[in-house]
């Protein structure tokens, strides 16, 4: 496949994973204002299960995978600092990932969440890491 096609693709998976990564804290800052087993809280369960795992599921793994297949098609990029620096990025991106799935599970088991103010906090960190990695791809400092 033409490495343009893929990178277009890979662009895509990345802007769905991202809408989740930026998304999903900000349910859980509502999510934690809302009783325990009420009907919002149910509801809220639901949009967090549905983002998870119908979106941010495959378009981590989409975005890991074509992310991947292009440095196969282009390993010269590895040579790069601020490629190491981005990759080292999408690593930590995929730890607030994983952070956010254990808490959903948090409350998807009624455990008493954390404050709002908590999520909020969360909420900053893919956003921050996402500018991060924007400007390493595109001003390619090093």
């Known amino acids: 496949m033409d490495y343009q096609i893929v990178k277009a693709l890979h662009i895509i998976a990345i802007i769905a994973w991202m809408a989740g990564l930026l998304y999903l804290p900000r349910l859980f800052v509502y999510h934690s204002l809302v009783d325990l087993g009420s009907v919002r809280s149910q509801t809220f369960k639901l949009m967090e299960r549905r983002l998870l795992k119908g979106v941010m599921n495959p378009a981590m793994i989409v975005s890991w995978l074509l992310g991947l297949y292009l440095l196969h ?11 190491i620096l981005k990759f080292l990025c999408v690593v930590l991106m995929t ?23 908590y ?24």
């Open 119 to 142: 999520y909020r906090y969360w909420n900053e960190a893919p956003t921050l890491t996402m500018i991060t990695i924007v400007l390493l791809a595109v001003v390619e400092p090093f």
């Open 73 to 83: 098609l282009n390993p010269s990029l590895l040579q790069e600092y601020w490629m």
């Open 95 to 117: 730890y607030f990932h994983i952070k956010f799935a254990g808490m959903r599970r948090s409350f998807e088991a009624d455990e008493v969440p954390k404050s709002d103010k």
